[in-house]
């Protein structure tokens, strides 16, 4: 499925105009002006997956943000957001041809970092917890209670249970479970499964993060299936072989200039790996 044909960034002519018109002259930089322009890079045209490749500082990054903050995509993360950013957007623009999608968000690694981050937090505070419940339960089942008011009810109510139950159990009644903590690269896999839904234009900014070269496996098989059987389109910035190999994916190569459409095995990086286990070829025998 194709949502979003092309996207149009301004181009080295137009950023020059905006800049000049600048009255104040205190910037030290005018991002994301003159960061994709650098590349000469224009127009992107999609297909049902599209990848950015690049190095560091190629504009990888800064393409998705400025694509998600034109479509006004829903985002989990703060990102890099500069007094320009209006400005630049402005001047963007792009073609949608399938109609709105039923769902449309940008995934950073940041927001995966930050959902692992937070099911520990939830379970050392529910660990905490768990420790003053045990405290609880022996104050009360062994207090000298009277109710005197409606004000004590609570507090009848946590002595009822400490003496009708066991220990163990007034922790499990009082307290919910821990939730499942599962290694980074299943926590990561299962927040892009729960974010994914049907029908939805995505942009993944290296979601091979966190992930191993199986979990990576997975998430592009996961990305395949989205994109073929579930009306899901994809742009994805990425430097991970497996990603890089999806079928069907047209290629950015951000690190050319002018930026060339290229296929996954003509890429600088996977050349890299492919020459290395070449040259040790003998040592898998």
């Not at 504009?59 to 943000?65: E, I, P, V």
Request: charged share 30%.
């Amino acid at each position: 499925m194709i949502y979003l044909s092309h996207f149009q960034f301004p181009d080295q002519e137009q950023e020059y105009d905006f800049i000049l018109r600048q009255k104040r002259t205190c910037y030290d930089t005018y991002y994301p002006f003159q960061i994709l322009s650098r590349h000469r890079l224009v127009m992107l045209d999609f297909e049902p997956v599209t990848i950015l490749y690049g190095g560091n500082g190629s504009g990888k990054t800064t393409a998705l943000n400025v694509i998600a903050e034109k479509l006004n995509l829903k985002r989990d993360s703060l990102y890099n957001r500069s007094s320009f950013f209006e400005d630049y957007t402005a001047l963007c623009g792009y073609e949608a041809e399938g109609g709105t999608p039923a769902e449309g968000r940008i995934i950073t690694s940041d927001d995966v970092f930050d959902f692992m981050l937070n099911l520990r937090s939830l379970n050392a505070g529910i660990d905490r917890k768990r420790e003053t419940l045990f405290d609880d339960y022996l104050d009360a089942k062994y207090s000298h209670f009277q109710m005197r008011s409606l004000d004590d009810y609570e507090r009848l109510k946590k002595v009822n249970l400490a003496r009708s139950n066991t220990q163990s159990k007034f922790v499990r009644k009082s307290l919910m479970d821990n939730v499942r903590e599962h290694s980074n690269g299943e926590s990561a896999l299962l927040y892009f499964e729960e974010k994914i839904q049907d029908n939805g234009l995505y942009l993944l900014d290296e979601p091979e993060n966190s992930l191993s070269p199986e979990k990576q496996q997975a998430l592009l098989k996961f990305l395949e299936e989205s994109m073929r059987f579930y009306g899901c389109q994809f742009i994805i910035a990425t430097h991970s072989p497996f990603l890089l190999s999806m079928k069907g994916a047209k290629i950015y190569d951000l690190n050319e200039e002018p930026v060339d459409v290229k296929r996954w095995y003509e890429l600088e990086n996977v050349r890299a790996y492919y020459e290395f286990f070449k040259k040790h070829e003998g040592e898998f025998s």
